[in-house]
């Protein structure tokens, strides 16, 4: 499966992804209005940083993913085919189990009426995740394993 | 502390409904222009800081922001300009040398755009590159006087050359990338210049900061300089080098040396440049071992020597004056290529009173250099390879009928790679990620990227160069070179024309 | 009947199981029995459901199409009750005999009940059948049950005995169906398998601003009924509180009974290895009713989680099925959030005996936020986030790979602990991917 690989070396700590993220999911789609009446919104990419070291990480959507097995409403599954790891809004029951069981600390509480758990989805419905499309130095790649390191 | 007059140069203009202070400008600004009030939730932007780089409009993410030229004017006067006024003021509060970078910006004529190009009509056709072959490869290097063939009579009917030819650099494309040392620019810079040489199939230059360790694999498509500070230079930096070019001077500062300050010669650096880190790297103005025309050949021998002759060794010059005797004395001391780099060549520091006023424009040195060597009958010994300032396709092909070999490109090259031409290259806080060597700048500019961006300016100025060719009738750049029939001026004098060597506009063969 | 493939337990550990030997092993019949008589639902969710949070249909986690997709068979109302594992078989309360190649032992707990005296007779786990308005709660049936029990009799007022991870999940239902609740619990703090005195402090004052009490240090000496129905309780300290229902959540033992003891041994849950075969030939047991690694405690121990019911049963599964797989071993994790106060917590993070522990806290008393970090020789042993619990899984991480943090000690407790601060090797490898397929 394509898999967003990080390179660290060329993260410049800018955040556009975690905007982008946030807008990409929030209930109008348009950055401004979303960034001016939508408060609840969390970006499900963080930009980890320390001095000039930064990167962006997000769910690695891992072949054995602990959040799937830790999962106790069957909200959180991984795609046969696709190898996507989701969490249903609808199932989600906002136990954090996901969370507590996450390796790479990417998965997030959503803001807002319902409890319920965040994680990137990997933009399913776009041709590249949104967070990869708008980094302006390519240090997010969507890639196949083995071409992760062409460029 | 006492009062300073104002010296705003920029305003940041910011369009609040837009704004959705998510902060990017403030993280990518290396000036500290923006503030973030999370009181308010307001971004505050101070404008005395702002450089015009233009990164934080440029990944603004709802083009909420511009930057504007000041709009705070003083009293109109056509003597004193806002420039010197500004300058006065600095120079009044630091007692220094202002510095600047990159190339003259004062309003000299440009003769690129003075000059028209041909093309052929009924009388000869023109032709398509894209269906006809169209040859753009360049050689640089001493051309021999005479080449005579053997033909093996016999059935295989094989040729060979009677003489032994000179070594050559071969381009793919009449351009290269210009002496940038690693130190005035970043390593991800001379990573993409040296990597888009590589996959373009021409060359790049180590200006004096010497060869990287991790830029070794592409030595043979480097030209290594040995400039007044011998930096990074030794035998195996020679060896591994495409071709040599003695630096001797450069067309934003001719005359003068250069000084890298000691807080620029971080690790990495010294290690290129073969000094200890944290030392002022000063290259003297003169090569101190160079007096005469007779002391220059002793050390393109030196290098020959030292390379076996198996490389072209040539000599960098800054367009000055008497450009055109000293370039017949370049290629009369053995040099196989001279680089002419005109008045409005770029620079990572040089003092402002230098830059925008010693020298003369690249156009009227290589026409005058190329006529030189034409009338002595040396032309042929060495490629010449104008720099200073080639903007487009259009100006290379100029160049090239004015009588160059090839164009260098520094200042284009590094606006591919972001480069805003804000002129802060000395203080080292690039927000672009070029000439700097602060590590949370440097990685802005993402090798990969680079080398990408560089490769496509050289792939749509080739394209550019066939099509212009094709439509005068020209199938291969040789047949372009010196060919000033294809040149007319146009708004310029007698004078200008003569030196030149162009008929103006309007008038026929 | 005979299957190749034979999971008693239709819950985490067993379909877990069963899922991972349909992926190596397209044929091999897989039959999975439960004594219970749903499809599957998911146990941690019957407080939800109790609350009223979810409905019966989101209490399954798997599609109820998917047995047949997987080609799984499933035989409900199935109590075993014996097995032989000379013969390979085991029997039902029914008498139906089912035997198998490989025999997975998934059947959980089940609830424990206090030896508290009942008024007018015995013990409290034989009168409780008796008697109505005491329940336990580990089954869905227990939620219905209770949760009809409340409606039908209008129930303003619950007693929950035990504030561990059941009790706690059980107040919280009762609380948000607008009951008043008092939590009584043995130890002096609540969910005192992980939480440390201070954690059980904010959450007590936040559960008791929300109508609950709390008695720890105590518990219920007597119970008294009238009419059939449970009337009041006399606790140790001789406060009497006046209920008509208790919800006794002290715990789950391993649900061992119908094992064949001459051939399996157990150890409180049935010891397996490695690869989760239990003593006998043929025969692997997974889940709440196994004992396997605590990688803290460095011993077989019971632990009894659904990350590692789902866990085990998957490396249950793959041995079963021919592919030879170990079990790395786990420890002790919770994630509760009560009354809006999210908590995770995991391994010795209790008060500490331990001389050699060294104990980070970082507190901000106003707003509940409270995290401790627990390192011994410079390996995290245990943690307590409450308030802010993002980025829990990371120390998991950590205390799980026995990584070295010595040198990041200082940032270990910091609010913005994240990637970025581990050490280099494991951050290389979990940020770039180096080392593993990511
Ligand atoms: C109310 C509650 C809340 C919980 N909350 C959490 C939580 O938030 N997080 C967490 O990690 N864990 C939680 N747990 C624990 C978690 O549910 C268990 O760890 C997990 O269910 C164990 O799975 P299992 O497959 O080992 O056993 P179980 O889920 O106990 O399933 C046992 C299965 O075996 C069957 N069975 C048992 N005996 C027999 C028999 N003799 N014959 C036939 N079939 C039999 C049963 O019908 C059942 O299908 C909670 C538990 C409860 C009760």
Redesign the interface.
Known sequence: MK?I????????????CE??CQVKHSKSKK??KA??TELDMVPMV?V????????A?QC?H???A?CV??????AMSKNEKSGVVTCDD??C?????????????V???KLGEK?IASKCDLCQDELEPVCVK?C????LVLAE?EE?DE? | MALKPRQTDFEVVRDQ??C?????CL??CSNDVHEYDSDQDIIYSDNSQCVGCHRCES?C??GAMKIKQSESEFRQNFNWSPAHIKNIYKQADSGGVLLTGMGADRPYPIYWDHILFNAAQVTNPSIDPLREPMEIKTFIGNKSDVVGVDIDQGETFNMKLKQDISPQLVLSTPILFSAMSFGSISFNACASLARAARQFGTFYNTGEGGMHKDLEIYASNTIVQVASGRFGVDIDYLKRAAAIEIKIGQGAKPGIGGHLPAEKVTEEVSNARMIPQGTDAISPAPHHDIYSIEDLMQLIYALKEATDYQKPVGVKVSAVHNVAPIASGIVRAGADFVTIDGLRGGTGAAPQAIRDNIGIPIELALASVDTRLREEGIRHKASVIAAGSIRSSADIVKAIALGADAVYIGSAALLALGCNLCQKCYTGKCNW?IATQ???LT??L?P??GTRRLENLLRGWSLEIKEMLGGAGINAIESLRGNREHLRGIGIGEKELAVLGIKHAGEAW | MKADYLIIGNSAAGL?AAESIRLLDSHGSILVLTEENFKNY????IT?YLAG??NLD?M???SPAFYAQKNIMLCTDTCIVGMNTEKKEVISAQGRKFSYNKLLIASGGIPVLPPIPVSGGGLLKDEMKKIEGIYTLTTLEDARRLKKYIEKNHIRKAVVLGAGLIGLKAAEACLELGLTIHLIELSDRILAATFDHKASKIMEARIEQKQGRIYTSNTIKQIKASQGTVEKLILADGKQIDTNLLIAAVGVRPHTAFIDAGTIETERGIIVDKHMQTTAEHVYAAGDVASSTDILKKRAENIAI??LA??QG?VAGMNMAGKRQEYGGGFF?????IMGI?S?S?GLSGPQESKDAEVLTQEDGSSSIYRKVVIEKNRIVGLIMLGH??????Y??LI?NRIDIGNIKENIIRE?F????LPADYKKH????EGI??
């Open positions: 898999k690989y990080i390179k660290e070396e060329y993260c410049i700590g800018c955040r556009l905007i982008y950055i401004i960034f001016k963080t980890e940083e320390i001095g000039h070291h930064s990167f990480v690695r891992c072949p054995d602990p097995d830790a999962c106790i409403s069957g609808q199932k029951v906002g136990c954090w189990s996901c969370i507590m069981v996450c390796p790479y600390g998965i997030k509480r409890k708008n302006p130095n390519e240090a394993e992760k460029s | 409904d837009k959705i202070s998510c902060q990017v993280r990518q990944l993410p709802t990620g602060d590590p949370y990685k802005r993402n990969n990227i | 877990s998911s146990k941690p969710l939800y949070k979810v989101q399954y986690y798997r659904w990350p789902v866990m998957r994790m919770n994630a509760v959030e999210p995770i995991m619990i993002e980025r829990a899984g990371i998991a991480g799980k913005d994240g990637l970025i601060q979990l940020v770039v991917g397929e990511v």
